[in-house]
């Protein structure tokens, strides 16, 4: 059986840092591209970044570029996302989901194995 838990979520301030895990088991990790999404109230579940099986290709919304960076570790079957520059507007649930064609992609129904989810709080 499958499992993605992720964790790390939590409050901080504007312009603060966080870092999100994602570990996965009960598949063989490095097959999948991991991606990352989010979804805040009231709104529609949205990409955020994804990375090949590799890790050789990362992809990232044009929202977080520059501030957002994700991350893997094979060894440890784990995805990281490491966010700074925080801002109100990152406030959400965060989610980590794998996608069994290995490069990754920003399109949600790509993606077989989904966590429960994380939140962050971003406090203006």
């Known amino acids: 059986q499958v499992h993605v838990v992720e964790s790390g979520g939590g409050l901080v301030q504007a312009g603060g840092s966080l870092r999100l895990s994602c570990a996965a088991s009960?598949?063989?990790?490095?097959?999948?591209?991991m991606g990352w999404f989010r979804q805040a109230p009231g709104n529609e579940r949205e990409f955020v970044a994804d990375i090949s099986w590799s890790g050789g290709n990362t992809y990232y919304a044009d929202s977080v570029k520059g501030r957002f960076t994700i991350s893997r570790d094979n060894a440890k079957n784990t995805v990281y996302l490491q966010m700074n520059s925080l801002k109100p507007a990152d406030t959400a649930v965060y989610y980590c989901?794998?996608?069994?064609?290995?490069?990754?992609?920003?399109?949600?129904?790509?993606?077989?194995?989904w966590g429960q989810g994380t939140q962050v709080t971003v406090s203006s």
């Open positions: 009960g598949l063989t990790f490095n097959n999948y591209a």
């Open positions: 989901a794998a996608e069994t064609r290995g490069w990754g992609t920003s399109l949600g129904r790509e993606y077989a194995y």
